[in-house]
């Protein structure tokens, strides 16, 4: 059985950092390694928004309220994937979730189509 486990959410002051790790279980890192992989974020009254996704290639795509801040990166041998997450706004409070195996490409960004998901790390961000 597959599991994410998120970890490094917490209050941060705008202008300052976060790193997101997402530990992936259930997976051998063949397995894993093979994946799209990505994280998502919702924060309350608000839909949900594909925030970064990554192929097995090293491939990236973010969304345009996250580019040039954010850096999505994974580690195979320790199936984990990470989200450094720069230069922190208010608008970026909000719950992140980690998220793996996609067969949709890049498109996993906005489609959600991910095979499984963690139950997610919050970001405070105080304005």
């Known amino acids: 059985q597959v599991h994410l486990v998120e970890s490094g959410g917490g209050s941060v002051q705008a202008g300052g950092s976060l790193r997101l790790s997402c530990v992936v279980s259930g997976y051998t890192v063949d397995t894993y390694a093979s994946y799209y992989m990505g994280w998502f974020r919702q924060a309350p009254g608000k839909e949900r928004e594909g925030v970064a996704v990554m192929n097995p290639y090293g491939g990236t795509k973010y969304a345009d309220s996250v580019q040039g801040r954010f850096i999505i990166s994974r580690d195979n041998a320790k199936t984990t994937h990470y989200l450094q997450m720069n230069s922190l706004e208010p608008e970026d409070t909000a719950m992140y979730y980690c998220?793996?195996?996609?067969?949709?490409?890049?498109?996993?960004?906005?489609?959600?189509?991910?095979?499984?998901r963690g139950q997610g790390t919050q970001v405070t961000v105080p304005a």
């Open positions: 998220a793996a195996e996609c067969s949709y490409g890049y498109a996993c960004l906005n489609d959600f189509n991910w095979g499984h």
